[in-house]
């Protein structure tokens, strides 16, 4: 049985604050997310929201690996940014787990990609409609992102990544400590080709059947992942997609993520 605590938390801005915390049958454990929801008023300060009648449209919103479901709300004014667009978003926490089915580990995709979106519906209003599901994240929730958006493009209508860790095989190689990469990912070898590898599924989108998402990537110049970034634009940039690619002056930190996130929220699609 599924079960969840929240509280609403009221400030002078038209949204809702709900920290959820729940079981999760794919983790076999509790786990939490923080849920920001659209709120109709008349009397707040500062703001007026936008709600309907309707379920809201909903952004899946991913964390980087240092990092946990509290970040994008302590480190940006996602709540303040979302308000005006009647947009639900979903912050769920996955640990360091690169958002994988991990070799010696949880099954954080499972969850993710399965269990989060199911359970989040059943506890707020949130809309199931393939146009009114987005998918964004930071880092190793870039490539989170993309990896939902690429490999299930009948639900995300538009994925995002910011400064994302989007080449996983080098990361694995490279950059993570060899005993952790080996918990997440198994053998790194094994990763090039398969369902962990971006490159791998971006090439398969282009002659796939059915409707293919929105991509939007951005990097900062001096971040340590950017020429990571600029393999993956590349890749993407020959495929005809509807893509778009932005950088600018930034390291990998929150001032340059606080600002991307403002621009990922007005390239949405919510019509």
């Not at 949880?106 to 009114?132: D, G, N």
């Not at 060899?178 to 790194?188: S, V, W």
Request: net charge negative.
């Amino acid at each position: 049985m599924f079960r969840s605590s929240f509280s609403c938390i009221k400030g002078p801005i038209s949204m809702a604050l709900m920290e959820c915390h729940f079981f999760s049958e794919a983790l076999g454990m509790s786990t939490s997310m923080n849920v920001i929801l659209p709120q109709q008023t008349r009397s707040q300060i500062g703001m007026a929201g936008k709600s309907g009648a309707d379920k809201h449209p909903v952004l899946f919103l991913l964390h980087g690996l240092s990092d946990d479901h509290t970040i994008w709300l302590r480190r940006t004014s996602i709540e303040r940014y979302a308000s005006s667009l009647g947009l639900a978003v979903v912050m769920p926490n996955a640990n360091r787990s690169f958002y994988q089915d991990m070799a010696h580990g949880l099954a954080y995709w499972t969850f993710i990609s399965e269990e989060l979106p199911e359970l989040a519906r059943s506890f707020f209003p949130l809309a199931a409609e393939r146009e009114k599901t987005f998918v964004a994240g930071l880092s190793m929730g870039g490539y989170g992102a993309m990896r939902l958006g690429l490999t299930y493009p009948e639900r995300f209508s538009a994925a995002a990544s910011l400064s994302g860790a989007l080449d996983a095989a080098r990361l694995a190689r490279e950059w993570l400590n060899p005993a952790e990469a080996a918990a997440m990912f198994g053998p790194a070898e094994g990763i090039e080709g398969s369902s962990r590898d971006l490159f791998h599924l971006l090439g398969g989108l282009e002659s796939a059947a059915g409707p293919k998402p929105k991509l939007y990537q951005c990097c900062g110049t001096e971040d340590f992942l950017y020429a990571d970034n600029q393999r993956f634009k590349e890749a993407a940039q020959k495929l005809g997609l509807d893509y778009r690619y932005e950088e600018s002056q930034g390291d990998h930190n929150w001032a340059y993520w606080d600002a991307a996130i403002q621009r990922v929220l007005s390239w949405l699609p919510l019509g």
